[in-house]
């Protein structure tokens, strides 16, 4: 069983930054793809932002190119989302969510069914 444990969500105002880290519970975190998903009040949870157990493959939503990166730290077992310049439309509750190893043979996982482990998920609220 894989524990995923988010950190660092909060209130900023637009223009603004925060990061968010992502701890996994696991003996070998390298195998795993990640992926950071977001929830806004009435809408459908969307993907953020996806990578590899690699780290080499990464993949942005559109609507936060350029303002998002998200990137690991395999020997901390962590996953991060560092979000720069935000607007008030980034306001939502953030998830990281794991792909187990081997799983479909794949870099990167775009559907939230293929992702096997769910963190309980951290607000962020951008303010004017």
């Known amino acids: 069983q894989v524990e995923l444990v988010e950190s660092g969500g909060g209130l900023v105002q637009a223009g603004g930054s925060l990061g968010l880290s992502c701890a996994a519970s696991?003996?070998?975190?390298?195998?795993?793809?990640m992926g950071w998903f977001r929830q806004a009040p009435g809408k459908e949870r969307e993907l953020v932002a996806a990578?590899?157990?690699?780290?080499?493959?990464?993949y942005y939503a559109d609507s936060v190119k350029g303002r998002f990166t998200i990137s690991r730290d395999n020997a901390k077992k962590t996953v991060y989302l560092q979000m720069n310049s935000l607007k008030l439309e980034d306001t939502a509750v953030y998830y990281c969510?794991?792909?187990?190893?081997?799983?479909?043979?794949?870099?990167?996982?775009?559907?939230?069914?293929?992702?096997?482990?769910w963190g309980q998920g951290t607000q962020v609220t951008v303010s004017s």
């Open positions: 696991v003996r070998t975190f390298s195998g795993f793809a």
């Open positions: 969510a794991a792909v187990s190893p081997n799983t479909y043979g794949q870099d990167l996982y775009y559907e939230e069914d293929e992702y096997n482990y």
């Open positions: 990578l590899s157990s690699s780290g080499r493959d990464i």
